[in-house]
């Protein structure tokens, strides 16, 4: 039973919140936006932060990530922005971006993006910015990807802690 109360944002440091945590989230609030710094996170909070229906902006570093998160995430069907930061150099192929299919705005960091994520990302029709922070990837991709949405903000950064 969600509340009616509105909690427009939270924030937490060093973790901060665990599955729990993200369930008396759920209960207690319509929750809009979440970051989680140096977030520990795992397959198990991943599956509980995508009961957050209300969620529309998602920041979340530090994290463990694979496709099986980024599929769990596909359930926020609100979701317009998504920050993920790896908790190491991630080279998992991440086919289920394309399952996002509200996402505006993108930020990668960390990530080494293949040919199969590429696709994924390439694919969502309402994404308006990508940033790849500290992200390797095909060497021409960038330029075909602007080629094929010339609309698209592509930032593209060796590191920086924004």
């Known amino acids: 039973m969600t509340s009616e109360l509105a909690l427009r944002g939270a924030v937490f440091r060093r973790g901060g919140v665990d599955m729990a945590g993200l369930e008396l989230l759920r209960l207690r609030f319509m929750i809009e936006?979440?970051?989680v710094h140096e977030s520990g996170w795992g397959p198990a909070e991943f599956a509980a932060v995508a009961n957050l229906p209300s969620l529309r902006?998602?920041?979340?570093?530090?994290?463990t990530v694979g496709d099986s998160q980024i599929a769990e995430l596909s359930r926020l069907t609100d979701?317009?922005?998504l920050r993920l930061g790896a908790a190491q150099p991630n080279a998992n192929s991440l086919p289920s971006f394309k399952r996002?299919?509200?996402?505006?705005?993108?930020h990668l960091i960390g990530f080494s993006v293949d040919e199969e994520?590429?696709?994924a990302i390439g694919s969502l029709g309402e994404l308006r910015s990508l940033y790849l922070d500290e992200c390797s990837f095909g060497s021409d991709w960038p330029l075909r990807l602007q080629r094929l949405r010339p609309e698209l903000h592509l930032h593209i950064d060796g590191g920086h802690p924004d």
């Open 100 to 106: 996002l299919t509200r996402l505006e705005h993108l």
């Open 117 to 119: 994520t590429e696709r």
């Open 57 to 63: 902006r998602l920041s979340v570093d530090g994290a």
């Open 33 to 35: 936006h979440l970051a």
């Open 79 to 81: 979701l317009q922005s």
